[in-house]
């Protein structure tokens, strides 16, 4: 579903991501964790293709693009549309209801007919549990609320893999429970998901693989229980004994 050769990402002098090599199949949950500043994100945006990478390959489901040389423009859009990404801020339009953030993407974007996009997006709602806040507007929801408006709307675009970078951290912690149950669902259904997060709960119960980074490179990867409670490397091991 996901295959990832040799990534890197510069800014300036900075080099946030050192040549980096993940594969992820269809129905996989990779959770990446690491301290603050260690590529988690800015490798999920150069998945997304938000920020193109210096270099490596990206390949989501059958599109591919080489970035060890320059990527035309329509590639890199079809490569976008392979994925939905979810914020750490809910990024929603402040004008718009619930059912026309949703809608906006399909209709604009893809071209859909705002009929069926009307319905999917119902539907959408439904079943991330604001079947009745349809009608609501941005400043109408709580935080959580907001938060799985935007897992919708990803949704909405039909996308094969999911893409969340860090949704819960912008939240309370008594509305982080409702986020996380949306994404658990997901993930049970059996949609292919990259999540950054410090849930280290979430990470143990829905993940399939969970990488540790650091500095720009993969430090340690495997499942679950063995990155908890046997990690190998001793940057892994400090950084869990902090947060745990």
Known sequence: MISIKGLKKQFDDLEVLKGMDIEVRKGQVIVLIGPSGSGKTTFLRCLNALEIPNGGEITIGDI??????????????????????????????????????????????????????????????????????????????????????????????????????????ALDPELVGEVLKVMKDLAEEGMTMVVVTHEMRFAKEAADEVIFMDGGHIVERGDPMTIFENPQNDRTRKFLSLIQ
């Open 64 to 169: 591919g693009a080489n970035f060890n040389g320059k990527v035309p423009k329509q590639k890199l859009l079809k490569l976008r549309r392979q994925t939905g990404m979810v914020f750490q801020s809910y990024n929603l339009f402040p004008h718009m209801t619930a059912l026309e953030n949703v809608m906006e993407g399909p209709i604009t974007v893809q071209k859909r007919s705002k009929s069926e996009v009307c319905e999917k997006a119902k539907a959408l709602l439904e079943k991330v549990g604001l079947g009745d806040k349809i009608d609501y507007y941005p400043f109408q929801l709580s935080g959580g609320q907001q938060q799985r408006v935007g897992i919708a709307r990803a949704l909405a675009i039909e996308p094969k893999v999911m893409l969340f970078d860090e949704p819960t951290s």
